[in-house]
């Protein structure tokens, strides 16, 4: 190589620091740029990417569906349940968070089943022995558990993940929605809710 | 059980890391060489806990202890061995924890590596270090719980998410990415150290240069795997999409690859400090970025994880990094001007400073277009998206110059360049360069873009081959011997000099490869009855039929295409659709046959999209891609070169015949009689 040695170079011995107004002044101006990534940062953390306009359904007549009841092998028709507040909710044997939900389901259906709410369960990307096999061990699987072949029906309640829950009115309308977990005085609200619609 | 050993060990060890941080900076501070030694040895032990916590979940995944709620969710009875193993770092929390290893793990090749020699920075680096892992163990003890339980354990797991279960290079491209990103804590620990202390000279950089040659290393084979795994998983034929997650795993590599270079320009002219300072700063800063955008739920990706509460905290460490890391630098701003300035334009450190300022140019386009969907919401309140075509519109002429100042540079001289010099050198890789585009166009090609591509690649190519050649002459010249010896008397004489060009001769290839697989790539969507077959890319293409294998934790559905050439069957495609049961969209396979000198370098790519009732027909997309295995045979390269440069040079006995080849600045021996000093 045509290089040269290069000068040894002496470490630099620390020189004690005074902080004058131009230091500081050089100090902010640099923070400047990083603190305007961080409020943009900020912002987005505000904010959720994968939010779908699930508001588009408040509201909005319940599609219909005709589902095969897993216990009884029977088709259920939504429109069966017509004067009925329906709880429905897609869920999945591999799902951990829908058997943290299921008590308070259990509870819920335990509470108002008699009182004419209909407990409806959709199976979501889930085989019938699956939930045959969440069922088993001595766990409350008594309402309506539907088979969803295609995952047709919870294309059509925007079903993004499991557990959802949809609530729907005696006449058949959307009235709310819970991604995640139910927890039992959501579902107890939400109940209310649809009850005091009605009268 | 396995929730109380592992949660334990990471509160201790969170613990343990912040006494690190203290006790590194108080005995710094007061000079105080016990508490330095005790912060030094407190590495085994965090280090050790951090293992724990690590196996502790690995043993769980293996038992299929399905009551951890993190191995309920990622792992399943019937997912094979290799698969749990891998299920480790295939979702968020689990990732974190081998980051924690990770990080430790750097931590203690620190404290070990500095236990005799140790520069008056190593206590405040070691500090930074603690603190950085500290922050990292803080994410998974108090803002997420990967060893969190569930009330009543299901009678199985979920899985992983079958994208990450389908392909082996799982095992390999997340550690490495890993062993990249937080490889950069080092020489940003070093570089902090030297703005606590002031010990401003190029000293941090000697001590760190082979930390970071490591790390880069990593950090460039971690993103050719990734594009490997995208080719070989996805199914769409390409490896290279500028997701925003693939961009923010590019960005510290762009930064950290200007930095490799610019360094040189301060170890030999004193130049440049504020700069190197700032793109240390800048790579660390990226890497938190990266892991705040793929943790935090900020941007929408394939890589995104499932949302957590973490979001908040790595904006508060990014914006700590980047205050304490830039304030620092400008607090110091004085202190570190240079030692010289830039005699010619032409002449080494001019080259270097106009590759860094295009890979600069490259990181903020890039950045921008990555953080432009944002940008756009928070003026405008419209979602936007930023797509491949501004990528490749921005970034590829930046490429081509980059590419132009990689054939120049190595050929200059430091300081006294000059035009008529260059031109003398440049000889051969112009004509090199004139006669491809001079016989591409005669040949009828009119892809400007791929013309000037190949043309420039020649040129380079030809440049940093006649550049070794040189080197290997002198060899020759001065000590004898045959061509082979000479060369690797040369190369180990000098391995940074070799290292950089083969690294360089690497790139060349992979610049090759992308411009030759996007300029004439081609592809097809075609549905075809059993037996029939259509003409694709100068082959036929014969559906033949589909077969059912049913494996345990899958059921895989295979199709069969027959390649026939000249009325010959020369191969035979076999994608795939996998259905999972936890999962009702099924995971493609695509098959690919390979390219072989014999049809040009050509890769056949299939992959299946459906597939009728029993088979009668199915409809595939066909991708036809020349060139592009080269893709990753350069990548291969630029890792080996990096290693060559990587490689220690063995200690030489007192009063050795000096080097013809060799700069001192370039034998780490000295950096450690500098340090010892």
């Known amino acids: ?199 | 059980m396995a929730s109380v050993i592992g949660t334990f060990a990471l509160f201790l060890a969170l613990a343990v890391a912040a006494y690190g941080a203290v006790a590194s900076f108080v005995g710094a501070r007061s000079r105080n060489a016990l508490m330095v030694e005790s912060a030094r040895t407190t590495a085994w032990s965090l280090t050790a806990l951090v293992l724990i916590a690590n196996v502790t979940m690995l043993v769980a995944i293996l038992a299929n202890d399905f009551s951890l709620r993190y191995v309920a969710e990622n792992s399943s009875r019937e997912t094979p061995t290799f698969f749990k193993v891998l299920a480790l770092w295939s979702a968020d929390q689990g990732s974190l924890l081998l980051w924690n290893l990770v990080l430790s793990g750097y931590l203690l090749a620190v404290a070990i590596r500095f236990r005799r020699r140790r520069p008056e920075t190593f206590p405040w680096a070691l500090g930074v270090m603690y603190v950085v892992s500290a922050f990292y163990l803080l994410l998974v003890t108090v803002a997420t719980h990967p060893f969190g339980t569930l009330a009543r354990a299901p009678r199985d797991g979920r899985g992983p998410l079958p994208l990450l279960q389908n392909h082996p290079l799982m095992a390999a491209h997340p550690p490495m990415l890993y062993l990249g990103f937080i490889g950069m804590t080092v020489p940003f620990a070093f570089g902090m150290a030297a703005l606590f202390t002031g010990r401003l000279s190029d000293q941090w950089i000697r001590i760190t240069r082979r930390w970071t040659m490591f790390a880069w290393v990593c950090l460039t084979a971690g993103l050719f795997l990734g594009s490997l795994w995208s080719y070989s998983v996805l199914g769409w034929g390409g490896y290279w999409a500028w997701d925003p997650v693939e961009n923010i795993a590019l960005l510290p590599w762009l930064a950290s690859t200007a930095f490799l270079h610019s360094v040189m320009v301060q170890e030999r002219r004193g130049m440049l400090k504020v700069w190197n300072l700032s793109l240390i700063v800048a790579t660390f800063g990226l890497t938190v970025f990266g892991t705040f955008l793929t943790r935090g739920s900020i941007l929408s990706s394939v890589h995104s994880f499932a949302q957590s509460a973490v979001g908040p905290m790595y904006l508060a460490f990014l914006l700590i990094v980047l205050c304490a890391g830039f304030g620092l630098i400008a607090a110091r701003s004085k202190q570190l001007a240079g030692e010289s300035h830039i005699d010619r334009l032409v002449s080494r450190e001019g080259v270097f400073l106009g590759n860094n300022i295009l890979l600069a140019a490259l990181t903020f386009t890039v950045l921008i277009g990555t953080v432009f969907p944002l940008l756009n919401e928070a003026l405008t309140g419209t979602k936007v998206s930023v797509g491949g075509p501004y990528f490749d519109r921005t970034a590829a002429p930046v490429m081509l110059l980059l590419l132009f100042l990689m054939g120049i540079g190595p050929l200059l001289p430091w300081r006294v360049g000059s035009a008529r010099y260059l031109l003398q050198r440049l000889k051969w890789p112009v004509w090199a360069g004139a006669l491809t585009i001079a016989g591409m166009v005669v040949t009828g090609v009119r892809h400007w873009a791929a013309v000037a591509a190949f043309g420039l690649a020649a040129f380079v190519g030809v440049a940093t081959i006649v550049e070794m050649a040189r080197g290997v002459r002198a060899q020759r010249r001065a000590f004898g011997g045959g061509v082979a010896r000479s060369a690797f008397g040369a190369v180990s004489r000098n391995r940074r000099l070799y290292g950089g060009l083969v690294a360089h001769l690497g790139l060349v290839i992979v610049i090759v490869a992308i411009t030759w697989s996007s300029t004439y790539a081609s592809q097809k969507e075609v549905t075809l009855a059993r037996g029939a077959s259509t003409s694709f890319a100068g082959y036929e293409l014969k559906y033949t039929g589909a077969a059912v294998r049913p494996e345990p934790q899958r059921t895989v559905f295979v199709a069969t295409l027959q390649i026939i050439k000249d009325g010959r069957t020369v191969g035979v495609l076999i994608p795939s659709l996998n259905f999972y049961p936890s999962s009702q969209d099924p995971i493609g396979t695509p098959s690919i046959s390979k390219g072989t000198p014999f049809n040009g370098f050509h890769d056949l790519y299939a992959s299946l999209q459906t597939l009728a009732k029993k088979g009668t027909s199915a409809t595939f997309r066909m991708f036809s891609n020349p060139g592009v295995m080269w893709l990753w045979v350069g990548g291969a390269v630029i890792v080996l070169g990096g290693i060559i440069a990587l490689w220690p040079v063995r200690r030489r006995p007192p009063g050795a015949v000096p080097d013809v080849a060799t700069t001192a600045s370039e034998e780490p021996d000295r950096v450690e009689a500098e340090v010892t000093a």
């Not at chain 1, 990083?34 to 990417?49: H, I, K, S, T, Y």
Request: aromatic content about 10%.
């Open chain 1, 1 to 199: 190589m045509t290089d040269a040695q290069p000068e040894p170079r002496q470490e630099s011995q620390p020189v004690p620091q005074r902080w004058t107004d131009r230091r500081w002044r050089v100090v902010v101006i640099s923070l400047v740029p990083v603190l305007l990534l961080a409020a943009l940062l900020g912002f987005g953390l505000g904010r959720n990417p994968r939010a779908t306009p699930q508001a588009q359904l408040i509201g909005k007549p319940a599609p219909d569906f005709a589902l095969k009841d897993m216990h009884t092998g029977k088709t259920v028709h939504l429109s069966d349940f017509r004067g009925h507040p329906v709880v429905l909710n897609f869920w999945a044997s591999w799902c951990v968070d829908c058997s943290v939900e299921h008590p308070n389901l259990v509870g819920a259906w335990q509470r108002f089943g008699n009182e004419g709410t209909v407990f409806l369960s959709v199976l979501y990307q889930d085989t019938p022995a699956g939930a045959a096999g969440f069922c088993s061990k001595g766990v409350v699987c008594e309402w309506p558990d539907l088979y969803d072949p295609g995952g047709r029906t919870a294309l059509n309640y925007g079903v993004t993940g499991v557990p959802e829950t949809v609530f729907i009115t005696p006449d058949g309308r959307i009235a709310a929605k819970q991604i995640s977990v139910a927890s039992y005085p959501l579902i107890e609200r939400r109940i209310h809710q649809m009850a005091g619609e009605r009268a």
